[in-house]
């Protein structure tokens, strides 16, 4: 049995870090930039633009869902970046309370 209580810090922040770059691929730059080449990519083959309507729906509804995405993993990133911050706080005055007065 283990005395104390271990907080995972460094992989609170690893995790952070992660979703950071995975909200950089999700923003304006990233994926976002590069959804409007597919429908033009495809065109319309033998004069049938069907394809290009369905791959423009399907860009529409994922541009949707990759803002809700963001939206989700940006309050996720803030409240593991709290809790990092709260418990490292809390970690550095209890050190502090331990130390023996001069």
Avoid: N, Q, Y
Avoid at 32 to 56: H, K, M, N, Q, Y
């Amino acid at each position: 049995m283990a005395d104390g209580v271990d907080i995972p810090l460094r992989s609170m922040k690893e995790l952070s870090e992660a979703l950071g770059e995975i909200l950089t691929e999700f923003g304006e730059k990233g994926a976002g930039a590069r959804t409007g080449g597919l429908v033009e990519a495809i065109d319309d083959p033998l004069g049938d633009s069907r394809l290009a309507r369905a791959a423009d729906e399907f860009e529409s509804a994922w541009d949707d869902k990759r803002e809700t995405l963001r939206r989700d993993l940006e309050e996720m990133k803030k409240r593991i970046d709290d809790a990092h911050d709260g418990w490292r706080e809390a970690d550095l005055e209890l050190a502090k309370s331990l130390e023996p007065e001069k």
